[in-house]
Nanobody, 117 residues
Framework: QVHLVESGGGLVQAGGSLRLSCAASGSIFSINAMAWYRQVPGKQRELVATITTGGSTDYADSVKGRFTLSRDNTKTTVYLQMNSLKSEDTAVYYC???????????WGQGTQVTVSS
């Protein structure tokens, strides 16, 4: 079993910064990638940023230049540095871990990010 624990969400004013963390633990084999998604009520969950095992990163157009995804040397903890936050960044942010073995995808419990304008 794999557990993902997220932290770092909260309330921040527009233009401010937050740093989200996601630590994976448990029986972790063959990690393909880790990612952050976000979701607002009534909308589909959207991909924010991804980092592959090789270290390649990809970002949603809406966050490029403002968000940075990184990880620690164990490759089981990722950090999402969010700068120049906007009100439209308000959402519940979910950490996701993708593996090469079943069940192929794990989710964290989510952390609320609220940006006040």
């Amino acid at each position: 079993q794999v557990h993902l624990v997220e932290s770092g969400g909260g309330l921040v004013q527009a233009g401010g910064s937050l740093r989200l963390s996601c630590a994976a633990s448990g029986s972790i084999f063959s990690i393909n990638a880790m990612a952050w998604y976000r979701q607002v009520p009534g909308k589909q969950r959207e991909l924010v940023a991804t980092i592959t095992t090789g270290g390649s990163t990809d970002y949603a157009d809406s966050v490029k230049g403002r968000f940075t995804l990184s990880r620690d040397n164990t490759k089981t903890t990722v950090y999402l540095q969010m700068n120049s936050l906007k009100s439209e960044d308000t959402a519940v942010y979910y950490c996701n871990l993708q593996t090469a073995t079943w069940p192929y995808s794990y989710w964290g419990q989510g952390t609320q990010v609220t940006v006040s304008s």
